[in-house]
């Protein structure tokens, strides 16, 4: 049997695509990184591929707004291909850069009735970008990524990760349907770790099926547990770090 296919979707400034593929390679996959404008000449590139994942970075160096000419290109070149890959059962996997692509794009949260993004994800409330570690609890949802996972630490670089509603009241909707299963948590100290002021502390969203899923921070960034500033006496130098087992899941539930 052959291993489950991730297609790692790329535009000009996107810098973990590289990170990414290697992820999902560690997890058992096969991993292809296709430059978009690859993909718009053929859509078909596609069909063979169980994952789609738009990694972080800075796609076209976020002019704009972070992710909003990515997210364009998809729409007007790509849109009806990226709909029937969602449909036909494929998982959608958005970083931080792609988190935001997929709210734009309308992939993920779009209103039902007019197909206009519901949620955004604005400028930190610190007016600063952010680079550091987290704690995230992970809600019960069907989100394929995080299952099994109740929490985890992970790496965020962001400057727009604050996450908002079109209409803040929808946030409850959202967590009965289980399509907030990523929230930012407390650390040991019981100070909140919530980098960029996210509504709710919104870390990562899901669709109603769980197959697609936007989360602002980096798991490819932590797939062993070197890779965490504070390994030493804490972790087993050869175990590997809590972001691979996302990649894990997403293999597995393909293969």
């Known amino acids: 049997m052959l291993s489950p296919r991730a297609l790692i979707l790329r535009a000009p400034g996107t810098n973990?695509?590289?990170?990414?593929?290697?992820?999902?390679e560690r997890a058992g996959g096969l991993a292809r990184r296709v430059h978009v404008r690859a993909l718009a000449e053929r859509p078909a590139i596609a069909d063979d591929c169980q994952i789609l994942c738009i990694p972080g970075g800075f796609s076209y160096g976020d002019d704009i707004a972070s992710g909003r000419i990515f997210a364009l290109e998809l729409k007007?070149?790509?849109?009806?291909?990226?709909?029937?890959?969602?449909d036909k059962?494929?998982?959608v996997l958005g970083i931080c850069?792609?988190?935001?692509?997929?709210?734009?794009?309308?992939?993920?949260?779009?209103?039902?009735t007019t197909g206009m993004p519901?949620?955004?994800l604005a400028h930190n409330t610190s007016g600063r970008f952010i680079d550091r570690w987290v704690r995230l609890s992970c809600s019960p949802s069907p989100c394929v990524f995080l299952k099994g996972l109740s929490e985890l630490e992970l790496p965020v670089a962001h400057g727009e990760g604050r996450f908002v509603l079109r209409d803040p009241a929808r946030?409850?909707?959202?967590?009965?349907?289980?399509?907030?299963?990523?929230?930012?948590?407390a650390d040991d100290s019981g100070r909140p770790t919530n980098p960029n002021g996210a509504l709710g502390d919104v870390a990562g969203a899901c669709d109603p099926t769980g197959r697609v899923f936007g989360l602002m921070p980096h798991p490819e960034r932590f797939i062993d547990a070197t890779q965490h500033p504070s390994w030493q006496g804490r972790l087993d130098p050869a175990a590997p770090g809590a972001g691979l087992v996302l990649f894990i899941n997403a293999v597995k539930a393909t293969a």
């Open 16 to 24: 973990c695509d590289h990170e990414t593929a290697h992820a999902f």
């Open 76 to 86: 007007t070149r790509l849109g009806d291909a990226l709909v029937k890959f969602r």
């Open 89 to 91: 059962g494929g998982l």
């Open 97 to 112: 850069n792609g988190f935001q692509v997929l709210l734009q794009t309308g992939l993920l949260l779009a209103d039902p």
């Open 118 to 120: 519901e949620a955004a």
């Open 171 to 185: 946030l409850e909707s959202l967590r009965a349907a289980g399509q907030v299963p990523l929230t930012y948590s």
